[in-house]
């Protein structure tokens, strides 16, 4: 209970919405040592000059991450799967509305 | 006649703002860690801004054409009308949040019942003033909740800065004769609900933290009437010094 | 993969311009030069909100005040997301500060030195900010991906502070005698620190060569000074301010101003701490730090509750 390590907080990541509808995206990093602090330092720091609509703030230690080395088997994979492409399909002329 | 009353009034909510304001830009730079600083520094930016708002707006009633900065920079302690806690010294980081949460709360319940004004600028500076100050409030309460019931040495800092503070509540609420034609005129609301509903959200916010309220507390006052702490002398001689060395310059 | 081969792969990607990312392998020295920059540019941030701070209480007018309140808020919240990409090396914000306060750590220079007028917030604002902006403009280029992003953030919001600036020594170079004397007594104190802000001429530049092998720099220190020079002294005469320095003349040959060097010597006298302000600069900051210390221990504190009730609903 006599913890007295002086600390800066921990690390979260903040995820903004511009604009009510789109995407929630990263756009840095804060400290903070609560989920409320997490919440209004990311709107002080991250919604200064009107970016944002919504925050997300995730602690960083919760995201999990693709490796380099992941990137072969878990992305080029899926180069040749042209069938999951509309241009694949060969629709006639003249029909519309598809 | 009336519109030196309303002149006044605007004095009290420009001046509650600036001096609040500077007090906190004193923080800046010097806060206990980075993302605080910067939090701290944005309350302090919108507290300028309203006070820019109101005294622009005050300087225009007077029709003396004197400027917002003529108001700021060239009073003398005398014609000062903030609440005296906005002046205290900001102390440690315990006594800044307490003074900050005191006056947010005030703020909040004021602006919510000023934004109904008759007068059409007090209503829309009250408009904006009141999202910021939900804000401030937030900011401020959710620091009482976390020095409250955080460590021991907290716990008792906040106490401590709670016990010398409390003397200079009632002040805030102060009204004299200009303030009660203003009411007549639906201009201002009347102070006693907003008191009430001050206490309410005080008792709240004290309850979360784990401290108590002081009781039987002799009341400072004497703001309304530009009489002053020690302090202030200080504050504005710093905050006036450009303005006074070079009479007429322009910034 | 063997070392050989991950290094021919991070070579290959600088050479394609790629950006390195923070779970890639990268040299231990590249690491290391990143982590002593980036700390570097964070720390001059923060450093950097003190001779600005000092005349946020005595700034001549409200919308003066607000602007430079404004300004050295975004410093602070620079140095943050500077710090956050520093993090990305594997190094905590707490060793970072700790090598500041301890004076392991460098910042930049020019923050030692006094401001001792208002001038001074406009001289700092046109010729500092604008020395600093051609540096960060070059480094949202740079080849670590999680620096090159905070930089791309900081340019975009830095854009007012030089015209902030500027306007300040607008006003004082269009006003009173007074005020245009405070006007160039800055210019005098500031233009050859500002000079310096670029660092040692390439030839006596240790680090110079790696960071530009590695394309975390693009242009040479320089090369970024002349430019400087050359887009300042239009904008100086603009306000009828004198630079300081006799030898000032346009080279129609290399077609920019040739100029005289500022004086190394004050450069390494303050780069080994005996520059005018180098204790008082670590002196608010280690104080800010301690006084914070309380703080800090009560929002863990309160933190840890937070999260043990989290758990148990």
Redesign the interface.
Same mark, same amino acid.
């Given at each position: 209970m006599s913890e007295n390590t002086d600390s800066q907080g921990t690390l979260w990541e903040i995820f903004v919405q511009k604009k009510a509808g789109q995407p929630f995206v990263h756009c840095g990093s804060l400290h903070a040592f609560d989920k409320e602090m997490a919440l209004q330092n990311a709107r002080d720091l991250y919604t200064r000059r009107g970016e944002g609509t919504a925050i997300w703030a995730v602690p960083a230690s919760a995201i999990v991450a693709s490796s380099p080395e992941d990137m072969g088997p878990f992305f080029d994979t899926t180069n040749d799967k042209v069938y999951r492409h509309p241009t694949f399909y060969q629709i006639p002329e003249g029909i519309k509305y598809i | 006649m009336n519109n030196q009353a309303l002149f006044n009034f605007l004095l009290r909510i420009g001046d509650t703002n &600036?001096i609040l304001a500077?007090r906190l %830009?004193?923080w800046?730079? =010097?806060?206990?860690? &980075?993302?605080?600083? &910067?939090?701290l520094?944005?309350i302090? &930016?919108d507290l300028?801004?309203t %006070?820019?708002s109101v005294?622009e707006y005050a300087a225009k009633i007077e029709e003396k054409g004197r400027t917002?900065?003529d108001l700021?920079?060239l009073r003398g302690e005398r014609e000062f009308v903030n609440p005296l806690i906005c002046e205290l010294p900001n102390g440690?980081?315990a006594f800044t949040i307490a003074r900050q949460c005191i006056v947010d709360a005030f703020q909040l319940h004021f602006y919510s019942e000023l934004v109904k004004s008759k007068d059409e600028t007090i209503a829309g500076i009250s408009a904006k003033a009141i999202k910021e100050t939900k804000?401030h409030f937030? =900011?401020s309460a %959710?620091w009482m909740?976390?020095?409250g019931? #955080?460590?021991e040495? %907290?716990h008792e800092?906040l106490q401590n800065a709670l016990n010398f503070i409390w003397a200079y509540t009632e002040d805030v609420f102060a009204t004299d004769a200009g303030y009660n034609e203003l009411i007549k005129t639906g201009i201002v609301p009347e102070m006693a609900a907003i008191k009430s509903a001050w206490e309410k959200s005080m008792n709240e916010v004290l309850a979360k933290s784990s401290v108590s309220k002081p009781e039987n507390v002799f009341m400072q006052k004497g703001s309304l009437k530009g009489i002053h702490t020690e302090q202030f002398g200080y504050l504005l001689t710093?905050?006036q010094?450009?303005?006074r060395a070079?009479p #007429?310059?322009?910034? | 993969m063997e070392t050989i081969d991950l290094e021919q792969h991070f070579d290959a990607k600088l050479a394609k311009n790629e950006m390195i990312e923070p779970k890639d392998w990268m040299p231990d020295n590249y690491r290391k030069h990143l982590i002593r920059q980036i700390s570097q540019h964070a720390h001059s941030e923060i450093v950097g909100m003190l001779p600005e701070g000092n005349w946020i209480t005595r700034a001549p007018s409200l919308r003066a005040k607000i602007v430079l309140l404004a300004k050295v808020q975004d410093e602070g919240g620079h140095g943050l997301y500077l710090y956050t990409a520093a993090e990305t090396l594997q190094i905590s914000r707490e060793e970072l500060l700790d090598q500041l306060h301890t004076g392991k750590a460098k910042y930049s220079s020019i923050f030692n030195y006094q401001t001792l007028t208002w001038a001074d917030i406009g001289a700092v604002g046109w010729l500092v900010d604008g020395a600093a902006i051609m540096n960060q403009v070059m480094l949202q280029r740079t080849s670590y991906g999680p620096y090159a992003r905070a930089m791309v953030r900081i340019c975009k919001e830095e854009s007012f502070h030089q015209r902030q600036g500027y306007e300040i020594m607008c006003h004082l170079a269009f006003g009173t005698p007074a005020q245009k004397e405070m006007a160039q007594d800055a210019m005098n104190r500031w233009w050859y620190p500002t000079l310096m802000m670029f660092g040692p001429k390439d030839a006596n530049s240790s680090n110079s060569a790696n960071a530009i092998k590695w394309k975390i720099k693009r242009e040479s220190n320089d090369e970024l000074r002349q430019r400087f020079v050359n887009q300042t002294v239009a904008q100086a005469e603009y306000l009828g301010i004198k630079i300081p320095d006799e030898n000032l003349k346009w080279n129609e040959t290399k077609k920019g101003y040739d100029f005289s060097d500022p004086d190394w010597a004050e450069f390494n006298n303050i780069i080994h701490g005996h520059g005018p302000c180098n204790k008082e600069r670590i002196g608010a900051r280690v104080k800010a730090h301690e006084n914070g210390k309380w703080v800090r221990e009560a929002a863990a504190a309160f933190g840890k509750k937070q999260n043990a009730i989290d758990v148990a609903a």
């Open positions: - | &600036l500077q %830009s004193e800046t730079g =010097h806060g206990p860690f &980075l993302e605080e600083d &910067l939090a520094t944005n302090a &930016l300028f801004g %006070s820019r005294l917002e900065d700021a920079f440690d980081y804000y937030r =900011h %959710s909740e976390r020095f019931n #955080g460590t040495e %907290s800092r710093e905050m010094y450009m303005q070079f #007429g310059a322009k910034w | -």
